[in-house]
């Protein structure tokens, strides 16, 4: 009964490296989601994906890409780490249109030095 | 826009007090409005839904009505628990049902 899987769990990057948080579902969902999770703000929306072959522009887009690679998996890049993306970093998954609520991963906490 | 706005934390309870979370939301159309808890360490889950006007969610002993006329999702619970301690959000998610918004979390503490 896995759900939705993040790889890794947590990470040190040093300011200008790049890496990718891999994530997958295993419910047959359509869209999947990136959200950032940083004190006193909730959750912020990077990226979403409604369905296999399409991606949209959250509230916080600015210095990530996205992948979806197949139905199952979602991927985020950041292609030269700063500081300020320090933040835990959820993937979530959805049968949209379904009106069903969103399934959400452990997380990946990391750290931009 | 959409958006969603909940009772700024923390909130200290002691085990087997009444708890209330307020939540109220702005958005247009119907949406359907949700309440997840975070332990520690873990990712959001789902803990009640409501997909319209004056359906009420429950779950574990959490209830939440949702009131158009008020704009309003709260949180309430008749007797905490040690464990329910934890942070929770209230969410919505848009008429289209691409886009969920999140209030900034309230964290709970139930102490003994």
């Known amino acids: 009964n896995a759900g939705v899987t993040q790889t890794p769990k947590f990470q040190v990057l040093k300011t200008g490296q790049s890496m990718t948080l891999q994530c997958a579902q295993d419910?047959?969902?359509?869209?999947m989601y990136w959200y950032r999770q940083d004190p006193g703000m909730g959750l912020r929306l990077i990226y979403y994906?409604?369905?296999?072959?399409?991606?949209d522009k959250g509230e916080v887009p600015n210095g990530y890409n996205v992948s979806r690679l197949n139905k199952r998996e979602f991927s985020l890049r950041l292609e030269s780490a700063a500081p300020s993306q320090t933040s835990v970093y959820f993937c979530?998954?959805?049968?949209?249109?379904?009106?069903?609520?969103?399934?959400f991963g452990n997380g990946t906490r990391l750290t931009v030095t | 826009g959409d958006s969603v706005t909940q009772m700024e934390g923390p909130v200290t309870l002691s085990e087997e007090a009444f708890l209330t979370i307020n939540c109220t939301y702005t958005?247009?159309?119907?949406?359907?409005l949700f309440w997840y808890v975070q332990y520690p360490g873990e990712g959001l889950q789902l803990l009640l839904k409501?997909?319209?006007?004056?359906d009420k969610g429950s779950n574990k002993g959490f209830e939440a009505t949702y009131r158009k006329e008020t704009t309003s999702f709260h949180l309430e619970k008749g007797s905490v628990q040690v464990s329910d301690s934890a942070v929770y959000f209230c969410?919505?998610?848009?008429?289209?049902?691409?886009?969920?918004?999140f209030g900034t979390g309230t964290s709970l503490t139930v102490i003994p």
């Open positions: 979530a998954s959805s049968d949209r249109p379904n009106n069903s609520p969103l399934h």
């Open positions: 419910m047959n969902h359509n869209s």
């Open positions: 994906s409604a369905s296999e072959g399409t991606t």
């Open positions: 958005a247009t159309g119907y949406p359907s």
């Open positions: 409501a997909t319209k006007a004056d």
């Open positions: 969410a919505l998610s848009d008429w289209s049902g691409n886009q969920f918004y």
